[in-house]
Structures are given as structure tokens and as C-alpha cells.
């Protein structure tokens, strides 16, 4: 049986299905009798989620992308 | 080879706009977090560019074009780093996980946090998320900026960083529970 360290320690394995089937149900099994596992599992699955919000989705400005272009083209 | 890569070379100045287009907010987001002063940062981003420009003649492709990009950036964050005369970021070994008792049992129980309910709860908890980013020692938090912020895969954070995949493992552990810890603190002290 998985401790619970062994879980928090392969838990960022696990919620990016990163995991073989055997480890994967040991996970499973540890989570369905262990509720500080289960929250642990939740929070660190929600802080993956909130981070990939926090991604700039703005393009640079017109005039940084020409400056740059006229630099790769004056060095052709 | 890709197609972009074969106009790139051909000197399409389209296809290095593409390029731009594509990769350089992430680029100043990610050298903003490596070498944290936004004029460095965009010094940085300007020298990555010239270095590409440079570098895409001989480019072979043997990784891909953004994981090529993100390597030269990091090299030349690092190069920043020690000209500016800063303590250049490394992996630390592991230290004993002080949560967890001798048995491997939780010290004290984890509780589940309340659901962020509606927009105002949700934004708290982003902003948490953030701060907790922030506070992270480095390589941590390039490792957790890289992967789940900008989302590149766990192969292309050990390729740009120049690390092996069980350090890129172990660091994106640590700063995920790191960026936990954080919020669970701020959440108990707002009680
Ligand atoms: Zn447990």
C-alpha cells in the first residue's frame, strides 16, 4: 500500500496522466480511503489549472514585430 | 524539415513575422521570470533574436524550432545573470519532506478548500496562484512558468533548461506543491 507521501510525491505524475496502469490504480485505491490525499490531489490539480490562465495571450505590437523583421531581413 | 523552417531560411521576411508573432510575449514573459527586471528581460529578448537570426542558416532542426528559440533564450538569460553579477539559479537536493511522519502519514490532515463559487472567488484564487508563482526560489519558478503557464511539455522544459527529466520532474513537484503551500497559508490567514 502507497503511504501518503509516496502519493504527494508522484501526485503531478498522476494528474498529468503521466502514470503506468499498476502505480495509476495503487493511486486510485490510496485516494478512496485517504481524504487528506483526495484534497491534496484536488489542490494541486487546481493550481496546474489556475497557472495555465495566467498565460499572456497578446501578441507583440505591429511596430516590435517590423523592427525586428527588418533586422532578419537586413542580415540575409 | 518544416516548411516554416524552409522559408525561414530562404529569408521570408512573412515567415519570420509568423514567428515573432508567435513566440515573443512568451519569450519576455519567460526571461522576465529568469532574470526578474523587465528592461534585462527585454535586453534578453532582443539578444535571443539576433541570435536566431544568426543561428538560422546552420539550424538543423534536430529539436523543434520553439524548443531551439527557448534554449538560446535561457542561455542568454543565464549569460545575463552572471554579467550582471547575480548568483546563477541551480538545483538544490532534496531535503526531508517535513508534512509527512516517519510512517508516511500526513502530519496534520490536509482540508479540501471551498470551491471558488463565482467570478470574484475564482479571481482571488488566480491571484494567489500567481503570488505564489512569484515567490518561488528559481529554477522553480521557471520550471512551473515553462509547463504549466505556457504549457510546453516536460521533454521540451528538461531540453530548454538543460536539465535532466527527473530534475524537470522533481522541480515541477516541488513548485507545484510550493505555489499549494502558498495558498493554503494566505487562505488560513484570511479566516
Ligand atoms: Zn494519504
Redesign the pocket.
Known amino acids: 500500500m502507497r ?2 507521501e509516496e ?1 504527494a510525491h508522484d501526485v503531478t505524475d498522476y494528474i498529468d496522466g503521466k502514470m503506468t496502469l499498476g502505480p495509476r490504480m495503487s493511486m486510485i485505491l ?1 485516494a478512496t480511503i ?1 481524504s ?2 483526495r484534497a491534496y490531489r484536488r489542490q494541486i490539480e487546481l493550481v496546474r489549472n489556475l497557472a495555465g490562465e495566467l498565460k499572456t495571450s497578446q501578441e507583440p505590437t505591429e511596430e516590435t514585430v517590423d523592427e525586428l523583421a527588418e533586422l532578419f531581413t537586413n542580415s540575409q | 524539415m518544416s516548411e516554416l523552417l524552409d522559408r525561414l531560411k530562404a529569408g521570408d521576411q512573412d515567415a519570420f513575422k509568423l514567428l515573432v508573432r508567435e513566440h515573443h510575449s512568451t519569450m519576455v514573459a519567460v526571461a522576465t521570470s529568469a532574470v526578474s527586471d523587465k528592461g534585462a528581460a527585454e535586453e534578453v529578448v532582443q539578444e535571443t533574436w539576433l541570435a536566431v537570426i544568426k543561428g538560422l542558416k546552420t539550424f538543423e532542426g534536430r529539436s523543434s524550432l520553439k524548443t531551439w528559440i527557448f534554449a538560446i533564450l535561457m542561455n542568454q538569460a543565464k549569460k545575463r545573470l552572471r554579467t550582471d553579477g547575480k548568483v546563477e539559479w541551480v538545483g538544490r537536493s532534496e531535503d526531508h519532506d517535513e508534512r509527512f511522519r516517519k510512517d508516511g ?2 502530519n496534520s490532515t490536509v482540508d479540501a478548500w471551498p470551491n471558488p463559487e463565482n467570478k470574484a472567488a475564482h479571481k482571488q484564487m488566480l491571484d494567489l496562484v500567481q503570488a505564489g508563482i512569484e515567490s518561488l526560489p528559481e529554477p522553480q519558478k521557471l520550471v512551473v512558468i515553462l509547463s504549466d503557464v505556457e504549457g510546453f511539455s516536460g521533454p521540451e522544459v528538461s531540453e530548454i533548461m538543460d536539465i535532466t527529466k527527473e530534475n524537470q520532474r522533481v522541480l515541477l513537484y516541488r513548485a507545484r506543491s510550493a505555489v499549494r503551500d502558498y495558498v493554503e497559508q494566505a487562505l488560513k490567514e484570511a479566516k
Open positions: 503511504t501518503c502519493f490510496h485517504c487528506s490525499c | 502519514h500526513w
